[in-house]
Structure formats: structure tokens, C-alpha cells
């Protein structure tokens, strides 16, 4: 079921009235079955595979806490196995074997290994990392094994962030469900304003940069120049409002009932470097990769040379888990290098700068620029459908030849399929606007308490415009969330 739907405008306020209503004991089991409704709106088979994992580590979780020495360890590695393994046949198992079978074919040979025909179910990653680490964190101590098994299955289950997060720890879900909720006025209004906020981000700007990302990037051999250029700028600004509006919705949804599900963006285009874009940009997923796999090689205290290798392999396998396609791969790779040069240049970038004695060469403005420009160049990996494509987008984006596409767009934007009238354009500049202001101001305040403070006229204006917004100059085609692909 998407947010962005008619069925979830019926569904949310349903399952939000009856949890108030009905008691406190029997709020889980409401919770439960909304949940999986909501995931059984898209293939309603695949409900097996979570209900799967959800039985296997709930016992793995009782018999790491009860298991002593290498048993431990034993019961650990089962739970990861399973999940891991449930991951690599859904979603790794025909791009491992086609390469294998290139491979083969390369070399000659007639043999085949056969594929397999299946769709990748929803969010398949996110729900199998949070249930990874619910057992890691209980076979570190730091979480006592959960006997009641609808509110573990309901920690994996959540539908406000079962399909695309934020991936929850289980210290932080598992005792809210115990914990008693009531209805609070200010605090629904909180979530419904983060809901509107979101729905926003996702329906007036990512949806409509998507109709121009999804016209150039799906052919883009009919383009050079400027085209691809600016469909590459749009696609970075529609993956983050896509992702990060998804976020908010679902931080919306949790927080109406009484849930505080953790921020998963912190303004990550206005990163002074990529460091901290990694510390703002999907921040349950780097901080998911930094405890759980990162620390473990031994992070940054260790030598040089294997701290360079555990941030480019971590960032690697970054890579795979968004997507088991090569450009992923390489996507992920290019961060990696970034980071791995950062780190072997910081000494000398350094006494260069203080050498030189130029401000404008430390100015935030500058730094901000130039970790924008790296993501973009990345991103272009992630949204080409190949390698070859993202190649050609890359030989050609500064191009100022003429457009193989006639009259785009050096003979009007307007001549673009996607986008024939001109307050499209408009539409899409004053979204933009409304979004850089917001995220600016939120550098120096809350926005949502700052609303909250206004006189009731001031505050209601706010609420109707976003409101007027979202059902008039959204494109309301139903686009499904980038990231539910992963």
C-alpha cells in the first residue's frame, strides 16, 4: 500500500481511530493485522517470507539469550544465515548466476546455470536488517530476548516503516509497544504536519521531477548537454525528497499513535563534506553499516591501509544492498574512493590550505558545492538502468553540441513530452523554494514547533496551503517510492 494512495487515506485514519478506541492489551493485535494488511496490499504471498524470518529469530533471540560460549555464536550465525539467505535468493541469486553464466559464455562454454523467476518482495532489505539487529543486539547484551512474540513480530512488522524505514534498533521500538498511549491533541497535530510535509516532498516535487529524470534517463542516448545535466540535478533532488519524504510520513504516522521512529535525514545537501552527508543522508542505514559491520573489521583503529580497505568494503557492500546491478556496485564504490582519498589526502589538503591562505578555498559555500557535485556524479550510477548508459550520460553531459532530441531543450523546455505548459515549471520553482526555506530555517530552529507557536488564523493558513498544494499541483499518478525497490 502506498502513502501516496487512496487506499491509504481510508486506511490510516481507520486504524489510527480503533487503536485509540480499543484498549491498551489489545492495541498490538490491531497493529499486527494492519500491518500485514499493508504489506499484503502489494503481493499478499510474500507475507510468508516475513512471517519466516520473524519466527526464526524470535527463537534465535530465546535461545542466544539462554546458550552460553560458542553456542551463543552458534544461534547468532543460524538467525543471520537464514536472513542473509532469504536476501540472496530474492535478490542476489540472478545477478550473481547471469554474471556467472557470462562468465562461462566468455570462456566458451555452452553451459548454463539456470535462473530463477521471482519478484523481489517490498523492502525486503529493510525489514531484514531491522530483524538483524534485533539478534545482534541481544547476543551483545544490549537487548533483553523479547518473550511475547506479537510484539516482536509487530517490531518487524510496523507498517509505518516496514517497507523503506527508518530501521529501527529494537531498544527504541519494542518498549513503545508496551507503553500505555493516549490520545494527545498536540502531539497528533505534530505527526499529521510531518505526514503533510512529507506528502509534499513526495507528491508536488519528487513526482514531478520524476516525469523529466524518467524521460532522459530512459533514453539517454537521445540527449546530450544540458538535458542530461539537468535531468541528473533533478534526479538528486527527487531522490531526496522521494526517500526523505517517504521518512517523514512514516515518522508522521508513528508519532499520531504515540511511536517515535528516529530521523533518517538531517539536511544532507547542505554537507560541508562527505562525511557528514553520510552523517545526515539515510541515517539508519550508515549508522546500521557503522555498528554492525564497519566497527566489527575494526573501523578506524586500526593501520591506515586496513581502515581505508574497511571503509571502501563497507561502502561497497553499501552499494550491494541498495540493488544487486553493477551501477549499484559502482556507486557505492565511487563513495568508497571518495571517502578512502579523503582520508589519504586530509594531512596535505590541510598544510595546502594553510599554505595558500586563500578564504575562499575553506568557504562552507564552496565545500557545500563540492560535496553536492560529487554526490550528483555519483547518483548517476544509482539511476542509470546500465552501466553503458551511465557511461554515456557521463561522456556527454557537458556536450554543448546540438541536442540529438530536437529542440530540447535549447529551443524551450515546453518542447519535452513531460512538460508541456509553463506554470509546470513555475509549479516546480515555487515547490522548490518553499523546500529550500524550510530547510534552511530548520539550521536555526525547529519549523514544526515554530508553526505551532503561531496564532490559530497563522497556523491554519499553513495547514489549508500545504493541504490546497499537495491535492492541486500534485501529479497524483501513484508513483511508488524509489525505495521500495531495495
Not at 535478490?91 to 521471482?118: C, D, E, M, Q, T
Not at 509534499?200 to 542530461?228: C, M, S
Request: glycine share 8%; with cysteine.
Amino acid at each position: 500500500m502506498l502513502f501516496n494512495s487512496f487506499r491509504f487515506l481510508v486506511f490510516f485514519p481507520v486504524v489510527t481511530t480503533l487503536f485509540f478506541v480499543l484498549p491498551h492489551r489489545f492495541r498490538w493485535l490491531l497493529l499486527l493485522g494492519a500491518s500485514c494488511a499493508f504489506y499484503m496490499a502489494f503481493i499478499p504471498a510474500y507475507i510468508l517470507i516475513l512471517l519466516f524470518t520473524v519466527a526464526v529469530d524470535y527463537c534465535a533471540g530465546l535461545l542466544i539469550e539462554g546458550a552460553q560460549g560458542s553456542r551463543r555464536r552458534f544461534y547468532l550465525a543460524l538467525s543471520l544465515v537464514a536472513n542473509l539467505g532469504v536476501l540472496a535468493v530474492f535478490k542476489y541469486y540472478n545477478f550473481f548466476i547471469g554474471n556467472a553464466n557470462a562468465v562461462l559464455h566468455g570462456a566458451g562454454s555452452a553451459a548454463a546455470l539456470p535462473l530463477l523467476r521471482l519478484i523481489l518482495p517490498i523492502g525486503l532489505s529493510f525489514h531484514t536488517f531491522q530483524a538483524m539487529s534485533y539478534t545482534i543486539e541481544v547476543y551483545r547484551g544490549r537487548q533483553r530476548a523479547e518473550r511475547h512474540f506479537g510484539l516482536y513480530a509487530l517490531y518487524v512488522l510496523f507498517y509505518p516503516q516496514l517497507v523503506a524505514g527508518p530501521i529501527e534498533r529494537p531498544q527504541n521500538l519494542l518498549p513503545q509497544f508496551r507503553r500505555q498511549q493516549y490520545f494527545d491533541y498536540d502531539r497528533v497535530v505534530s505527526g499529521l504536519r510531518l505526514m503533510a510535509w512529507g506528502l509534499f516532498k513526495k507528491v508536488v516535487i519528487a513526482d514531478r521531477l520524476a516525469q523529466l529524470v524518467n524521460e532522459v534517463y530512459g533514453a539517454p542516448t537521445h540527449y546530450r548537454g544540458l538535458p542530461l545535466l539537468a535531468a541528473t540535478v533533478c534526479f538528486s533532488i527527487q531522490i531526496y525528497c522521494d526517500f526523505s519524504g517517504y521518512s517523514d510520513i512514516a515518522r508522521g504516522s508513528a508519532r499520531v499513535m504515540g511511536f517515535e521512529l528516529m530521523a533518517n535525514f538531517d539536511r544532507p545537501y547542505f554537507s560541508r563534506s562527505l562525511p557528514e552527508f553520510w552523517r545526515r543522508w539515510h541515517i539508519s542505514l550508515s549508522t546500521w553499516f557503522r555498528d554492525y559491520l564497519y566497527r566489527p573489521l575494526g573501523g578506524s583503529r586500526v593501520a591506515v591501509p586496513r581502515a581505508c580497505f574497511n571503509l571502501f568494503f563497507v561502502f561497497l557492500v553499501s552499494g550491494l544492498w541498495h540493488g544487486a546491478n553493477w551501477t549499484f556496485l559502482i556507486w557505492g564504490a565511487l563513495h568508497g574512493g571518495y571517502l578512502v582519498v579523503g582520508v589519504l589526502t586530509q594531512n596535505r589538503r590541510r598544510r595546502l590550505l594553510e599554505r595558500l591562505r586563500l578564504p575562499l578555498l575553506s568557504s562552507p559555500v564552496l565545500n557545500v558545492a563540492l560535496t553536492y557535485a560529487l554526490v550528483a556524479f555519483a547518483w548517476i550510477f544509482f539511476r542509470a538502468n546500465s552501466v553503458h548508459d551511465a557511461l554515456y550520460i557521463i561522456r556527454h553531459l557537458f556536450d554543448a553540441s546540438e541536442a540529438l532530441h530536437e529542440g530540447f531543450p535549447y529551443h524551450g523546455l515546453s518542447s519535452v513530452k513531460v512538460f508541456y505548459q509553463r506554470y509546470e515549471w513555475l509549479t516546480l520553482a515555487g515547490a522548490l523554494l518553499v523546500l529550500g526555506l524550510v530547510e534552511s530555517a530548520q539550521a536555526r530552529m525547529a519549523v514544526g514547533g515554530w508553526v505551532a507557536r503561531q496564532r490559530a488564523p497563522v497556523r491554519w493558513a499553513l495547514y489549508y496551503g500545504i493541504v490546497l498544494c499537495i491535492a492541486l499541483l500534485g501529479p497524483f499518478k501513484h508513483v511508488q517510492f524509489i525505495y521500495f525497490q531495495f
